[in-house]
Every structure is written in C-alpha cells, then in structure tokens.
C-alpha cells in the first residue's frame, strides 16, 4: 500500500491523531498539536506496512485480506475491522476520551484502543514505537507488570493494558482470544481494570459527541458531509486556550513534483484568518461553544498586541537532549504596540521560529519537514480585519455565556485605528508571499470591514458617536479600495491597487458584503477570475509564479468560494454540479487537505485542512433545499 492522504483523525481537543485505511496510528503530537510527533510515521519516508517503518502504531493481522472502515455515527470514534484468510475477524475501536467528569471536561493527552476478536482467533502482532525529537531516534523505556512507559524528549507516556507486555515489547504474534484494552496516556497508574475504564471511557465519549451534534443546525440536504466536518473542525481546536489550529499536520507537500522545492509548511498553529473562516461556518451552524472558546484566545491575543508583549517560543527539547538546528532558544523581539502577527502558537506564542527536521525524510520521502512557520514575520493587514469580524457576533448573540461588553469594545477599538492606518499599505497578502509586498485588495477590504463592523457593534451598544466615527473611518477605506484596486483598463477589481492581477480572494468581496453579488463591478470581477485561475472544475489561488515557482495544484477552499459566488450570482445549478464533484473528492473520511492535483484530483497539502472543511459547510448551508420542503 502506497502512502496517502487517506486517513481518519481522532481526537478531543486536547491530543489528536490520523489513522490510516489499516488501522495504524501514523500521526500524532505530543504534548500538544504543535509538539514533538511521537508517532511520525506519515513523514517517515516509508510505507507503514514495512518492517523497518517508525513512529507507528499497528494492530498487524496475519495474512489480512479486507478492510473496512467507519466512524460510529455522529462522533469522531473509529471503527475498523480486519479479516483474514484464515476466517479470523477482528474489529478495533480507536478514540481519544471526552466527557463530563467532576464538573469539567475531561480530555487528556490519551489515545484509546480496543481490539476484540468477532469471529476465530487473529494471529496479531503490536508495533508500538514512538519516536522522540522528531524522528531522531526511539523513546526510551520501561515496563512494570501491565505497563510501559515510552521516555520522550517532552512528554512521556504510559501504556497501560491487559495484553501482555513482553508480546509488545517483543513485537511477537499470538492469537486473539479475548478482547484486550489500551490506554495510552499521561505517566500515571491506572488503578482499575483497564477493559471496564477503556469501556466506560468510550460509552461516556460516544454520548459527549452525540451530544455535541445535536445541538448543530444542519442543513437538509448533505448532513453527513457537514456533520463530519463540523466534528473535525472541533478537533482542530485546542480547547485548553480557544487556538484553532489550520491543520493537524506539518509539511504535507502541495505537490509531488514539489521534491526539493520546499512547498511546504507546518500549519499546526493558529492562524487568525483561518480561525476566523471556521467560526464564522461553525456560526451557521450554532455551535456557540467554538466561537466562546475562540473569543477567549482572541481577547488575550489583543491584550497581548496591545501591551507589545510577546510570550516565547514552545518545543525546543529539554537538555540533555542534543539541540535541534535551526531552532531559536527564547525569542527576545518586543512586538510594536498594536501589531498583530497573522499566526500565533496554540498558546499564544508569538515566536514560531521555522526550521528544519533532520531526521525525517517527508511524506513519500519528499522534504523537508518543516517546524514552526516564517509567517509569523510576515505583515498581513488583513488580520485585523478577522480579528473584528470574529468578535463582533458576541454584541449580538444573546446565547452567550459572556456576550461582548462595552469594555471588550473598547479593547477592539486599537485593532480598528490599525486597520485603518495600514489599509493602504503593502503586506504579504493572505496568500503569505515571502519575497514580494504591495497593497493587497483583499487585506484592504478586511481593513474596511474592522471598521465598518465596529460601527456596528457601536450601534448596538448604543455608542452614537463611536458608530458614527467608525462608519466614517469605513467611508474613506471604501473611497481608497474602490478608486485604487478598481483597474478601469479591464473594468473589473484587481488584486492589488494600481495592478491587474487576478487572485481567488477577490470572490470574497461578496461574502464580506464590501459589493453585492448584483454590482456589475463584481460581476466583471467574478467573470474574470473564473477565466483566469479555474482549471476545470477547480481553483489556483493565483495564476503566477511565487517564492516557490509556479503553484501546481488547486487551492479546494478557492473552489469553494467559486461555489459561493456562483449561487449567489444566480448560477444555482452549477454550483450545485461544482459542490458535488468536492464532495467525490473526500477522503473515506469525509474530509478535504488543502490543495487538488486539477491533473488527477489527488489530495495534496497539509490534512485535514480547516479551509476546506470550511468551505464544505458553508456551501452546503447555501445550497441546501430548506426544511420547510420536506415538513
């Protein structure tokens, strides 16, 4: 089995995991998302199904003929059951705990197993083998009697079971017989007899996600398709601080002629814009606790901005372990008072200083692995307009814990005096150009809805003067934006001001109502960035070279915003067409990586990918027949 993106994630918001179609524990991070990948078989170089594969962990079937695989309905639990030739069945439960537990959620750092015999007796054998120090070496480790413990370079942790250890540690084959159970977690003893707490833990953690889902608003048509995505987004959060994160993966290649070029990137960070598209689909579907728990990173993240206080790095290994090229003790900048980075740690880092894994070879052997993210140096304006456009739901939505108050409105205030001093002003783009600026259309118009979203805010609090002075303050970037970024040359928006380039972004002027989908300006717009950047049925972000050369693969979430702009230009039926060959595109999970090869419709990019996830709820809301058509 080659290696591919066709993977089923797990998780709690606090540990997370991707698990291949053999049911193999390939990728997960420890003690956090962006920490230290215990398991880091997906970079391996290797297929998972060789021998001399690592950073796995596998349920081996002998002689395996099937496989089949499934969520239990409405959760982020994994089912897989295994036969072999022999007629032995096995099925394995996999899930990270979640639930209620003396009045708090409990979601440690764990990951569950639960391998039953159905039919026969399986010859298996265990391949258990964390890695420490991204891939550089094994744990280290230590048993007891029903125990071992896995020694890593920022975490260590412990397994605890009713199979015997020596068949683990020995990595021998023995029948099935009985089911068995694995807790792996936190180094603490687990007083209890593991099957009745592994079971207990997976019937608490079924009802909590059932739970969660029932409180969704779905759309009519596509629920499954939603409801998955709506579930894997939440996995992308990091509940502790509110951070959601644009992917569970590092270094993931846009392409696979990409070897050498180092098209690349670690997306497990926080990314504001990003952040901001997941609550803002999350919102169409109600589910509140997202967005308080994202407001509560933002409001701290501002704090920060304002103060000019910058928190330090995280997942440089403790000594004695050897240091890591390339990665920065403790960042000594100060941030300028008011300046926002565009991406952040999951703990508010600023400091995500990038560099290089030595000692893994990449996804299908194509390099390198990075570690943390330069954008965090870039100049995106538009951040300031995502950070408003987040918050301002909460002067509104009266389902809150903690709606917005004129305090939190106050606090907002500075981030609108940015956007408005840099709207015209060069930046990275969203797109995050590494070698080139200039006033980006896109990062504009975010500037002119900060203010013209705090206006509203303003109006709700019953603030006259400060609605009326942002209003204003909106008026004179619409002025700029609609005399700059207008090439009359074309007759249509570009994407920078004074350009004629083209770049997917430009849709979203609709979806921030800066121009309705009617106005002959977008519609011009519209035309030309379908002719432009569409390649078939999907969309390039832009159609020219960057730091990188020439992109060679579609960016999904630009395709669904070409969806978007379609329906909402009154082009119903293809959009419709458009959003059911995505929808074939998902993986067996239900789920979208960030880029599309538009020469055979392979996944490429960092997995899941939030954006595209994100683009899938939103289209589905807008596409869907209503409720009222079938009650």
């Not at 020995?170 to 694995?182: A, I, N, S, V, W």
């Not at 004695?320 to 952040?344: D, N, S």
């Not at 909106?474 to 083209?502: C, H, P």
């Not at 972000?541 to 009154?570: K, V």
């Amino acid at each position: 089995m080659s290696q591919n993106l066709d993977l089923f994630p797990i998780g709690n918001c606090a540990a997370s995991a991707l698990i291949d179609r053999c049911g193999r524990l390939v990728w997960a991070c420890a003690p956090r998302v962006d920490g230290d990948p215990v398991f880091c078989a997906l970079l391996g170089g290797k297929d998972p199904g060789e021998a001399e594969a690592q950073g796995l962990w596998a349920i081996d079937v002998e002689n395996m003929t099937s496989v089949t695989q499934a969520y239990l309905r409405n959760t982020p639990i994994l089912r897989t059951e295994i036969r072999s030739s022999d007629g032995g069945v096995l099925e394995i439960i996999d899930f990270c705990p979640r639930y209620r537990h003396f009045g708090r959620q409990y979601r440690p750092l764990a990951f569950a197993r639960v391998v039953r015999p159905l039919a026969g007796a399986p010859r298996i054998r265990i391949r258990l083998r964390p890695m420490m120090n991204y891939g550089e070496r094994a744990c280290y480790q230590t048993a007891g009697s029903n125990h071992i413990r896995y020694v890593g370079s920022q975490i260590t942790l412990r397994l605890t079971t009713d199979c015997p250890v020596s068949h683990i540690q020995q990595e021998r084959t023995f029948r099935l017989e009985k089911p068995l159970g694995f807790f792996l977690g936190p180094d603490e003893g687990l007083n209890a007899d593991v099957d009745t707490v592994v079971g207990g833990m997976l019937r608490e953690t079924t009802d909590y996600w059932r739970g969660w889902v029932r409180t969704l608003s779905v759309p009519l048509e596509w629920q499954e398709a939603v409801i998955r995505a709506a579930i894997t987004l939440k996995l992308c959060q990091f509940e502790e601080t509110g951070a959601i994160v644009a992917a569970l993966t590092t270094s993931i290649p846009e392409h696979p002629d990409e070897a050498g070029a180092g098209r690349n990137w670690d997306y497990r960070y926080c990314w504001l814009r990003d952040a901001y598209y997941v609550v803002q689909a999350l919102n169409r579907l109600g589910a509140a606790d997202m967005l308080e728990n994202y407001l509560v990173y933002l409001r701290n993240l501002v704090d920060q901005a304002c103060r000019g206080n910058v928190g330090g790095t995280f997942g440089c290994p403790p000594q004695p372990q050897p240091e890591i090229p390339g990665l920065e003790p403790e960042t000594e900048a100060r941030a300028k008072a008011g300046h926002v980075q565009p991406v952040y740690g999951v703990g508010l880092e600023p400091g995500l200083t990038e560099w290089i894994a030595p000692h893994l070879p990449g996804y299908r052997g194509i390099g390198p692995v990075r570690v943390g993210n330069q954008a965090h140096e870039h100049l995106q304006h538009d951040v300031y307009g995502q950070i408003v456009l987040s918050t301002v739901q909460a002067f509104f939505d009266e389902r809150l814990l903690r709606p917005a108050t004129v305090d939190d409105f106050r606090a907002l205030e500075p981030i609108g005096e940015r956007a408005f001093e840099l709207h015209d002003k060069p930046d990275a783009s969203l797109w995050e150009f590494r070698g080139r600026e200039a006033v980006h259309t896109y990062s504009s118009v975010m500037c002119w809805a900060a203010c013209d979203r705090l206006s509203n805010a303003a109006a709700k609090l019953g603030l006259t003067d400060r609605a009326r002075y942002w209003a204003g303050r909106a008026a004179q970037i619409r002025k700029t934006i609609e005399t700059r970024a207008w090439n009359a040359r074309e007759g249509r928006f570009a994407s920078t001001f004074g350009g004629d380039g083209l770049d997917a972004s430009l849709l979203q002027l609709i979806d921030v109502r800066f121009v309705s989908p009617e106005d002959p300006r977008m519609q011009a717009t519209m035309a030309a960035v379908e002719q432009g950047l569409r390649r078939g049925p999907y969309m390039l972000r832009y159609a020219i070279p960057d730091d990188f050369g020439m992109p060679q693969t579609a960016f999904n979430f630009c395709t669904f915003w070409l969806i978007e702009a379609l329906h909402l230009s009154g082009r119903s039926a293809e959009a419709r067409e458009l959003f059911h060959e995505m929808l074939g595109r998902r993986t067996a999970a239900g789920l979208l990586s960030e880029d599309i090869s538009f020469d055979g419709g392979e996944l490429w990019g960092n997995y899941p990918q939030t954006y595209s996830l994100v683009g899938l709820i939103n289209c589905a809301t807008l596409l869907s027949k209503p409720w009222t058509s079938v009650r």
